[in-house]
T-cell receptor, first 117, second 114 residues
């Protein structure tokens, strides 16, 4: 079974500074990886996803993530954050690829990004 | 498209009462998911449907919980009887075709059981 670990429950950062949100997953098979963002009192919205191919994935709002198979990581980065990026960020995994269970998303516990002026 | 629609947005009820949460998925999507979000347990998948058929309900916590999808445009999650520990935000999400694709989430229903 897959699992996802987001070690940082909260990450405070100043506006225009770079940020990295860490995500590690556990799986013995190929999986799909996702980052979702949740703004206050809203549902989740997809930021980006890794399915296969290039390990560097670019998403919306200037975010990108890098898949590292050897370290089983999928860290999210942004070179310069804005106040509006303040939100909860969830890493998720689904799989094994091409099997029925790939439709199920397993979420990490979330990381709250707090951008300060 | 209006996105995934959930109703009500907020529900306050007393312990023992029946609660029904509603969801309208995005037109054309063939997968529908129900999630629960709490501070203690995070986001949990309760059940998901494919073409209106329940595929995996292993996340449904107890027999007090039931979900139905009578047609492609409507699903309900029912709790009977409700308990204070059911207080949470319940999300409905839909997607098209495969696990590779994005799940689109509704705004959620915040349930408070007194």
């Amino acid at each position: 079974a897959q699992s996802v670990t987001q070690l940082d429950s909260q990450v405070p950062v100043f506006e225009e500074a770079p940020v990295e949100l860490r995500c590690n997953y556990s799986s013995s098979v190929s999986v799909y990886l996702f980052w979702y963002v949740q703004y206050p009192n809203q549902g989740l919205q997809l930021l980006l996803k890794y399915l296969s191919g290039s390990t560097l994935v670019k998403g919306i709002n200037g975010f990108e993530a890098e898949f590292n198979k050897s370290q089983t990581s999928f860290h999210l980065r942004k070179p310069s954050v804005h106040i509006s990026d303040t939100a909860e960020y969830f890493c998720a995994v689904s799989g094994p690829v091409l099997m029925d269970s790939s439709y199920k998303l397993i979420f990490g516990s979330g990381t709250r990004l707090l951008v300060r002026p | 498209d209006a996105g995934v629609i959930q109703s009500p947005r907020h529900e306050v009820t007393e312990m023992g009462q029946e609660v029904t949460l509603r969801c309208k998925p995005i037109s054309g999507h063939d997968y529908l998911f129900w999630y629960r979000q709490t501070m203690m347990r995070g986001l949990e998948l309760l059940i998901y449907f494919n073409n209106n058929v329940p595929i995996d309900d292993s996340g449904m916590p107890e027999d007090r919980f039931s979900a139905k999808m009578p047609n492609a445009s409507f699903s309900t999650l029912k709790i009977q009887p409700s308990e204070p520990r059911d207080s949470a935000v319940y999300f409905c999400a839909s997607s098209f075709d495969s696990g590779r694709n994005e799940q689109f989430f509704g705004p959620g229903t915040r349930l408070t059981v007194l």
